[in-house]
């Protein structure tokens, strides 16, 4: 009786937690980029994306310790990874509103940056 009940605890739990996942039809726009920052590169994969979720993986393929800074106008900060180290890689999920963007890493952690702008259609 006991395996029984742990079983009905079990398949509840499984239940409610699916049920909070993401729907893959549900709207909304969901992205995924790729950010190959190197030591004197920063090169993402698209350059045009659509409002909404956007997920971008960044890769350091350089030999210096790394950021990857998100910049929406005016320089204003909408999202970073730092202290990605040669070889690693960190993720980055951003909700993106219409507009212009830059996209920019930072090997040795300092300076601007190597920047790439972004736009996001609505």
């Known amino acids: 009786m006991r395996q029984f009940m ?3 605890v079990v398949a509840t739990v499984t239940l409610g937690v699916g049920a909070c996942a993401k729907d893959a039809g549900s709207s909304g726009s969901s992205s995924s980029l790729t950010v190959d920052a190197g030591d004197s590169s920063c090169i993402i994969s698209e350059t045009e994306l659509e409002a909404g979720e ?4 960044v890769t350091n393929t350089g030999n210096k310790v790394t950021e990857f800074y998100l910049y929406a106008s005016g320089d204003r900060i909408v999202g970073e990874v730092e202290n990605i180290g040669p070889g690693l890689s960190r993720t980055l999920v951003v909700n993106l509103a219409q507009g212009s963007y830059e996209g920019a890493c930072k090997p040795g952690m300092t300076g601007d940056g190597i920047r790439q702008k972004l736009t996001v259609v609505g």
């Open 6 to 8: 742990a079983l009905v």
């Open 54 to 57: 956007s997920t971008f993986k």
